[in-house]
């Protein structure tokens, strides 16, 4: 079968929710991948979620997709991060095991009927009037399709470095892509480079585990996703990872091979992520630390292996073991293989729109690293936008775009469209204008409608959602009228050592006391019907009094999107010509030419785009 409505170039995060979110939607498949085996391979740490991160797998989740169910299914380890700030920045993370994480992906992939996998590589886009019609294999095998989602990861001439070794391919023991980058050069597209590091990995029989500090996970661990069934969780036994650290006399050995870095001589040529920098990036930009923190994190419930998370390095070899020698607990380490840069191709992303869709070829679109991404979550999170949108426009329904004030989702592709990147972009919860109404808890209540309006999320559970929904609203609104007389609370609070109450309270205005948690308010409350069915509730009180304790913010960022909505709904016509507004700053014009939004509101998140230029358009779209 060489027809197909939609293909999928590659198997990784992006590429496992493009395809499953438009096989779900009725569309048939093609999933590209030179080798089967190697879906959902995680290329670097096993680990899923993290600060922001974990909001976004809860909102691929929401959503329909599937990060999140194969995550639970394969964690080893489960942490909600952040806890002691406040709830906007809690953030779920899980670790995994390698191998049963790829092994779920390739079950899941599996269970979608409308998927074919194809055991090739790609090496042309085909297009014709400058729309997509498919693909050409190395094989010389056409195949034919109405969109293609290129999801390549950092395959796309993949170099490798270590020392001034080089090797060519995606990932370790695995060839690179060729022929696509020229392929859409060829078409006008504009391609840059980019690069990401992966540290050594250890044998974990030769570690001193008594001289690190161990991280274990929580006692009662959360599931990625809503629809994992609690009384089933954790599938997994669960392990503890480890702590230690660098310190001086490991960054001067670190340093005796400086003039063998790739990064430093100039033969890696890609720019590499600020915020996940390698060791040596970090001895150089932060010389004033005298120590770095490394986390000794296990590859999988069978695996020999230890991954040492904060040591990404494309030092050489010789070089890497000699500094992990002198790092505590690793005296008598076993460096099974050591660190390693990998530099990719990847399309500046202001050639994509909201959509994803490219701007240059109708039906093409780009998602996870070749937008110049960084992080699996990221990837993910626009293979679902992709497959949806690709699915969306094939079935004639409404395009799939997440706002600013809706999603991170939302965050990271308008990000991406409006600003581009020269660098690989992380998603952090400090990109995020209204974080206290993009939640983590929330990701359900904000999104499922979505996920249900495209098929993706089954009735049953829209329905459980909208009834959560409903008994969170109801709870809220009992709490507004049920009082703790003080002869109940006062000893509480005298406790607490905080003012005690002379009258009958509101339960709803006693929770918005720190010192008070909801759950200890309604302790006190035996005997009442109809607060006992909000008790029982562990996500209900959770839900409840976050709302509640934050109450004024919330609201205030409501009344932030409000306002910014107005400029939202004013559109731009595809159509306008920025040349015949004249009074545009150069820059202005040129960004806007380049980056073609859709409305005043992303025209003023561009970079470059002053609040004199949206002033003009104001005026010149009056007219």
Not at 299 to 325: H, M, W
Not at 346 to 356: A, N, Y
Request: proline share 4%.
């Amino acid at each position: 079968m060489n027809n197909f409505d939609i293909i999928v170039i590659g198997g990784g995060h992006a590429g496992i929710e493009a395809a499953c979110a438009a096989s779900k939607m009725g569309c048939s498949v093609a999933l590209v991948t030179m080798d089967k085996n190697a879906i959902g391979r995680m290329s670097c740490n096993p680990a899923i979620g993290g600060t922001a991160k974990g909001h976004v797998v809860r909102e691929i989740d929401a959503l329909g997709g599937v990060m999140g169910l194969i995550a639970d299914r394969s964690g080893i380890q489960f942490r909600m991060l952040n806890r002691s700030k406040g709830p906007a920045v809690w953030s779920p993370r899980s670790q995994n095991d390698r191998k049963l994480y790829s092994e779920e992906a390739i079950r899941v992939i599996d269970s979608h009927k409308n998927i074919t996998v194809v055991k090739e590589s790609v090496t042309g886009i085909n297009t014709e009037d400058g729309k997509v019609t498919g693909v050409t294999t190395i094989e010389g095998h056409s195949i034919s399709a109405k969109a293609v989602i290129l999801c390549s990861g950092t395959f796309l001439n993949g170099l490798m470095h270590t020392g001034l070794n080089q090797f060519e391919g995606g990932r370790y023991g695995e060839q690179k892509a060729i022929g696509i980058t020229e392929s859409l050069v060829g078409l006008g597209f504009e391609a840059g480079r980019l690069k990401t590091g992966t540290p050594p990995r250890l044998h974990k029989d030769s570690i001193d585990w008594d001289a690190l500090e161990v991280q274990s996970g929580d006692d009662d661990p959360q599931p990625f996703s809503f629809r994992t069934p609690r009384s089933e969780f954790p599938y997994q036994p669960q392990l503890s990872c480890h702590i230690t650290h660098t310190d001086v006399n490991v960054h001067n050995i670190l340093e005796t091979g400086f003039h063998q870095s790739p990064l430093f001589t100039g033969v890696i040529g890609g720019v590499g992520p600020r915020y996940c920098p390698s060791i040596e990036d970090k001895i150089v930009r932060f010389n004033d630390k005298p120590r770095h923190q490394l986390f000794l994190e296990p590859e999988g419930l069978d695996s020999e292996l230890i991954y040492v998370n904060g040591f990404s390095t494309s030092l050489p070899a010789e070089v890497q073991d000699k500094a992990l020698r002198l790092v505590p607990g690793l005296k008598d380490m076993k460096m099974v293989r050591p660190g390693y840069a990998v530099e990719y191709d990847f399309f500046p992303p202001h050639q994509v729109d909201l959509t994803l869709e490219t701007k240059r070829v109708r039906g093409l679109y780009f998602a996870g690293q070749v937008n110049g991404t960084s992080g699996y979550e990221e990837a993910a999170a626009q293979g679902l936008v992709a497959g949806i949108n690709a699915a969306a426009k094939i079935l004639g329904k409404k395009e799939f775009v997440l706002k600013r004030s809706e999603a991170y989702i939302g965050v990271m592709v308008d990000d991406l469209v409006n600003k581009s990147t020269d660098e690989p972009y992380r998603i952090f919860t400090s990109r995020a204008e209204h974080r206290l109404l993009l939640r983590q808890d929330n990701a359900d209540r904000r999104l499922s409608q979505y996920g249900h309006y495209y098929g993706l999320i089954e009735d049953e559970h829209n329905e459980e959602i909208r009834m959560r929904s409903e008994k969170i609203s109801v709870g809220i609104e009992i709490l507004s009228r049920k009082k703790i007389k003080p002869a109940d609370i006062n000893p509480v609070l005298h406790s607490k050592e905080a003012d005690l109450i002379d009258t009958p309270e509101a339960i709803s205005k006693l929770c918005k006391r720190p010192e008070l948690q909801l759950e200890e308010i309604l302790a006190l409350t035996n005997g009442d019907e109809e607060l006992a069915t909000i008790k029982n509730d562990k996500y209900a009180v959770e839900q409840i009094e976050i709302e509640l304790k934050y109450e004024g913010y919330i609201k205030r960022q409501f009344d932030q999107v409000e306002k910014m909505e107005k400029y939202e709904g004013l559109r731009i016509p595809a159509t306008l010509d920025y040349a015949k507004v004249k009074a545009l700053s150069t820059e202005g014009r040129e960004k806007l030419l380049k980056v073609q939004p859709r409305s005043i509101g992303q025209a003023s998140r561009i970079s470059g785009v002053t609040p004199s230029d949206i002033s003009v358009l104001l005026v010149y779209l009056k007219k």
